[in-house]
């Protein structure tokens, strides 16, 4: 079995301290750090992905996945960017102001650097004005909004109609999910997608930046 082959099963397998030592041994050995995000890493998180779908793997299984692939990308993350290595696209992510809920969104942007982009995790009861200075800090491609509980969606359009009138929102895309969140509701409130889980959302992610007719 391959160095990478052992990686993404260490991932998909949840050990962390395994995929850790794997990555440094790999970098170590010399390979490419923009090889083990493309070879291991990314395809690791989307079988994890595809299984949670499937019914495979339950939300702690990707938890678990989630923690090991974080713990690999430690030490991948600053030999890439001293490589050069582009991101996948810049996500600044939170949920939303009156919800301290953040399991979703911790698996959501784990299994997004896992796909390679570069995250920005705000955490949880996030106020509008939060994401409005994030995107003027940071210049996301992307805004994603999380939120658990039915009374707190509303903050949801109050955010985005924060980024409207601070006149940012025309910069990025916005991405809203969680268990309350629908294709109808996002679409009322202003949103370009939903996702209902974390594998889905790396896939609108991606659709959402990559250049039109690609």
């Known amino acids: 079995m391959s160095l990478l082959d052992e990686l993404k099963d260490a991932v998909l397998c949840g050990d962390a301290k395994r995929a850790r030592q794997l990555a440094d041994r790999a970098l170590g050995d010399g390979v490419d750090p923009g090889a083990l995000l493309a070879g291991a890493l990314v395809p690791a998180m989307a079988r994890a992905g595809e299984s949670f779908e499937c019914g495979e793997l339950f939300v702690p299984d990707l938890l678990v996945a ?90 949801m359009k109050d955010t985005i109609e924060a980024l409207e009138a601070a006149g940012v929102r025309g910069r990025v895309r916005v991405i809203a999910g969680g268990a309350p969140v629908t294709e109808a509701f996002a679409r009322e409130i202003g949103a370009d997608g939903t996702s209902d889980n974390a594998s889905a959302a790396v896939s609108l992610a991606r659709a959402l930046v990559r250049p039109q007719g690609v």
Do not use: C, W, Y
Not at 68 to 94: N, W
Not at 112 to 141: C, I, K, N, T, W
């Open 66 to 155: 989630a923690r090991a692939m974080k713990g690999a990308f430690e030490p991948i993350r600053p030999q890439l960017a001293s490589a050069g290595v582009p991101a996948a696209g810049r996500v600044v992510i939170g949920t939303v102001q009156g919800d301290v809920h953040d399991i979703g969104k911790n698996l959501v942007a784990a299994v997004l650097e896992g796909a390679g982009f570069d995250v920005v995790d705000l955490g949880a009861d996030v106020p509008p004005a939060r994401f409005v200075e994030a995107v003027s800090v940071h210049r996301p491609d992307i805004v994603a909004l999380s939120a658990l509980l039915s009374t707190t969606v509303t903050a």
